[in-house]
């Protein structure tokens, strides 16, 4: 439960992170419960619908040295974009390359938290 939570924290300050730094990704409503519940979509998105695609694509991986982890990603923004749509938040991915640059960025972000998280982290 600790994991999800601070994994769900991590997803909350990279979305808002892209909604602040990039025109294409807009959020829309009350901003900060519309960010909250968008990070719930979009972490439930990369445990359920990334690893099925991946699966799929293994060999676009492979044959492209790991570069298609970019396209993944990006592709998981715009499905989560899709899908808070249809849940009525006002989450809004403009094109393809704004959510590359989107998926960009949240891997900066979380990679900086973690790195962060584990030197705060107490030692046991």
């Known amino acids: 439960m600790k994991s999800f939570i601070s994994r769900w924290i991590v997803n909350v ?3 808002a992170a892209i909604s602040w730094l990039l025109p294409g990704i807009t959020v829309g409503g009350t ?3 519309t960010i909250l519940l968008v990070a719930l979509i979009f972490g439930l998105v ?3 619908i990334k690893p099925l695609f991946s699966l799929v694509t293994c060999g676009l991986y492979v044959i492209s040295l790991g570069l298609f982890t970019f396209i993944a990603n990006a592709l998981m923004l715009m499905a ?3 899908l808070s749509g249809l849940l009525g938040l006002q989450f809004k991915v403009d094109g393809f390359w ?3 640059l989107g998926a960009l960025i949240i891997s900066l972000v ?3 938290l973690s790195v962060v ?3 705060i982290k107490p030692k046991k």
């Open 80 to 82: 989560t974009g899709y």
């Open 117 to 119: 998280g584990r030197k």
């Open 31 to 33: 901003k900060w419960v």
């Open 98 to 100: 704004t959510a590359v």
């Open 13 to 15: 300050i990279a979305i």
């Open 46 to 48: 990369n445990a359920v």
């Open 110 to 112: 979380s990679f900086t």
